[in-house]
């Protein structure tokens, strides 16, 4: 919805058979297939730590660098279920698989927990981590210009005319 370039390019690869798995706290309307794990806001930590758990029970490492993390949530009939679709995922990716973290997970209490346990998640699947950060769209229009009161990278512009001139012009 808030970025439509991504959106277009999520679905485009889903139609050359990547797939997409997502953790929400809702329900999200999406225009391509996506298996999507609804978790309370409240349980997203507990999630993400319970599919760790249940990858290192199927035989991913859990990286070095966290080895000290305490992940005390065991593992779930719901992570193991993401667990077997992240296997799934991982083997068609080819060394392209993708963790993603929105806006919803920026503005979540817990942030820094949930983009710790993203990037072991990513280091056992042998992803990469990305930040979708909020109004991108907007963000981005400003950079190249498409505002009234700048021209691209902050360059400076003669003002336009006013409604007024333009509809007497």
Do not use: C, W
């Amino acid at each position: 919805q808030e970025q439509p370039l991504l959106n277009h390019r999520i679905r485009h690869a889903t139609r050359f058979g990547a797939q997409v798995l997502a953790v929400n706290p809702r329900q999200v309307a999406f225009n391509y297939p996506i298996e999507q794990t609804v978790v309370a806001p409240s349980q997203m930590v507990a999630h993400l730590s319970a599919v760790i758990v249940g990858l290192v029970e199927v035989g991913f490492a859990l990286p070095v660098a966290y080895q000290s993390l305490a992940l005390k949530a065991p593992a779930t009939d719901a992570s193991r279920a993401m667990v077997q679709a992240l296997q799934q995922a991982q083997g068609a990716a080819h060394g392209k698989a993708v963790v993603l973290l929105g806006a919803m997970a920026q503005q979540h209490p817990h942030y820094t927990q949930l983009a710790t346990l993203a990037h072991v998640l990513a280091e056992q699947l042998g992803a990469v981590v990305g930040y979708l950060p909020e109004h991108a769209n907007s963000v981005g229009a400003t950079l190249v210009g498409v505002v009234p009161y700048q021209g691209a990278f902050g360059q400076t512009v003669s003002p336009g005319k006013s409604a007024t001139e333009a509809l007497n012009a």
